[in-house]
């Protein structure tokens, strides 16, 4: 059973346009959540975060909403760019370091110019 | 500074052969993780590490072995390789829990016919 998911396989926006990208969790043991972007033939790299203690984290033209009492975090890009375009993989933690990070899926996603 | 290094970058394999894929990190992490994705299957975790000397079995560990034998290196192997191992696989470390993100390599591509 998927304990993170992300139910939007793909997502298309256009350039300057507001994009956002979802996510929902099951497991009330999470306490923190963070977002990747992957490039073709590159591996993930780390994007922006954010504690179950708080519900916005703001990082330039990224933030991530959390919204815990729905167990549903968002990323919102503002504005898109086409060198945006990349799979973004949702991910959450628990406390404890012995617990890995656990995925989703990822959304592919495609900012047209 | 190099962060997490996978090596070979790619690798063709006939079935029944053996080999060995080596992560080396520079970061001093305590915490290392080998990860297979496939389309539309995300990222899977196969084995990982909570420290030196220590290994934990992860979503998807049956065909592959795994030692850390020093902090530094994780490596990852398959007794004898199947088509179903056909992936790309991609090693990551963390210093700590909770908030603290994951650095990931750049992959291995690995076919095997």
């Known amino acids: 059973d998927q304990q993170v998911k992300q139910n939007s396989p793909s997502l298309s926006v256009q350039e300057g346009r507001i994009s956002i990208l979802n996510c929902d969790y099951t497991n009330s043991m999470f306490d923190y959540f963070l977002w990747y972007k992957k490039y073709p033939a590159e591996g993930p790299t780390f994007l922006i975060s954010i504690s179950s203690i708080k519900d916005k984290n703001e990082d330039g033209r990224f933030t991530v909403f959390l919204n815990k009492s729905a167990k549903h975090l968002s990323l919102h890009i503002v504005p898109s760019q086409p060198g945006d375009s990349a799979v973004y993989f949702c991910?959450?933690?628990?406390?404890?370091?012995?617990?890995?990070?656990?995925f989703g899926k990822g959304t592919r996603f495609s900012v047209i110019a | 500074n190099a962060g997490v290094t996978q090596t070979p970058k790619f690798r063709v394999l006939k079935t029944g052969q053996s080999m060995t894929l080596l992560c080396a990190q520079d970061m001093n992490h305590e915490y290392m993780y080998w990860y297979r994705q496939d389309p539309g299957m995300g990222l899977r975790l196969i084995h990982y590490?909570?420290?030196?000397?220590?290994?934990a079995k992860g979503e998807v560990p049956d065909g592959y072995n795994v030692s850390r034998l020093k902090k530094q290196n994780f490596l990852l192997g398959l007794e004898s390789a199947a088509p179903s191992q056909t992936s790309v696989y991609f090693c990551?470390?963390?210093?700590?829990?909770?908030?603290?993100?994951?650095?990931f390599g750049d992959g291995t591509r690995l076919s095997i016919l």
């Open positions: 990551a470390s963390r210093k700590g829990g909770g908030i603290q993100p994951q650095h």
């Open positions: 991910a959450a933690s628990e406390n404890s370091g012995n617990t890995p990070l656990v």
């Open positions: 590490s909570v420290g030196e000397g220590t290994t």
